[in-house]
């Protein structure tokens, strides 16, 4: 059967989609790029937070639509919305043929009236670069954040064992993948569920050992709990781990931190960031920021204000609080008005913006290794990423006056010339 497989929400989320894809093929099932192309198809959705779970059940709707004109045969539905409001979907959305929670690739293949053989596969989709692949080493989290609804969808962490990491990285790398994305909901406490003795620097060392010299490892989503010194100056010696660590901070009050639950003093906060660029100044880090939580008031906000423009990050990802379902933050008191939030997150990039041009303009003049995203040969350049660009979330490199021959999934040397907030241009070193 020609099956479209539809990915919202994280780069967990592709990972799943990857391996649904793997298990379909080997059904003998083929996946194609466009729903047109398909008799069935399949929305792998997210439910994190309100604005996802309202784009999944959209998503739902217009796969309802066509299948009501007689374009699909069959419809379902997978992941993380299932695993939060499954009862309910069903109820609502009747049409729908199968529904199955995240990982439950078994009652997929059912539903299709194929057999799934149990072992791990990992596929490809049909728009997925072979150069950047994202490697997930853990499922679920036990960090209980006030705001955060992932642990009721997720479940508690699982650690993949590191043969099964290392072979899969090493699978992503044959199918061409020069920089590999390390991700799970938090990387520092992959290993410590299992009782094997194997944490996150273990898993680095086996990674490094493993891989061919110019392979990028680039980690994603690290808890600021348990970023010791010791991870930072492994990750700083790394041969292939590049010098970019994403550190989710949510705040800089101590106050509003507790609320949150999340246990750091915005003192040993400071210290994390302060000792990575005492190892290497040209760490590269990234954070995330929530705005407006409950309990917010402007001596809390101007806190992480100050916090942020002491650290100087060198990318932000910020939003404002939502109220999920189910969460302890849902019904505490001190809700801010989404007037005051809106102003406060304007308020918090724009200062971000000045420190990220500052950043950015640190390297005006320095060559930078690139690994190129997209050619326009037509146009005579090229888009790529450095160690400092991480992909979909970060800025872009444009590269001038490139070689013919150039294509995606090259590393090239860079020469950087412009600096912009997000972007940079620079050209090719011959």
Known sequence: ?????????????????????????????????????????????????????EESIEAILDLEELR?????????????????????????????????????????LKSLATPLD?????????????????LKISEGCGNRCAYCAIPSIRG?????????????????VGEGARELCVVGQDLTVYGTDNGAGKGLIELLD????????????????????RVTNKLLERVAA?????PYLDIPVQHGDPEILVHMNRDIKPGALRSIFRTAREIN??????????????GEKKKHFDNLIDFVKEVRFDRMGAFTFYAEEGTPAECMAGQVSEATKKKRLDTLMRVQEEISFERQRSFV???????????????????????????????????RNIRKDIKEGDMINVKITEAMTHDMAGEEVL
């Open 1 to 53: 059967m020609k099956i479209y497989l539809l990915t919202l929400g994280c780069a967990k989320n592709r990972v799943d989609s990857e391996c649904l894809a793997g298990a379909l093929k080997a059904a003998g099932h083929e996946l194609v790029p466009e729903v047109e192309q398909a008799q069935a198809a399949i929305v792998n959705t997210c439910g994190f937070i309100r604005p996802a779970v």
């Open 68 to 108: 009501q004109k007689g374009e699909l045969e069959k419809i379902g539905v997978v992941g993380c919305l299932v695993n939060r409001y499954r009862e309910g979907l069903t109820s609502e959305i009747p049409s729908v043929d199968f529904w199955a929670e995240t990982e439950d690739w078994e009652s997929v």
């Open 206 to 225: 086996a990674l490094e050992s493993s891989l061919p010299y110019d392979i990028w490892i680039r980690l994603l989503y690290l808890h600021p709990t």
């Open 238 to 242: 790394g041969r292939q781990i590049i």
């Open 365 to 399: 003049g320095r060559e930078l290794r690139v690994l190129v995203d997209r050619v326009v040969p037509e146009e005579g350049f090229a888009e790529g990423r450095s160690f400092r660009e991480a992909p979909e979330v970060d800025g872009l490199i444009e590269i």
């Open 118 to 134: 149990g072992a791990r596969r990992r596929g490809s989709l049909p728009s997925t670069p072979k150069y950047t692949r994202y």
């Open 156 to 172: 508690p962490l699982r650690s993949l064992p590191v043969d099964v990491i290392v072979k899969e990285a090493q699978q992503l």
């Open 281 to 294: 100044p040209d760490f590269t880090l990234r954070t995330t920021c929530m705005v407006g939580f409950p």
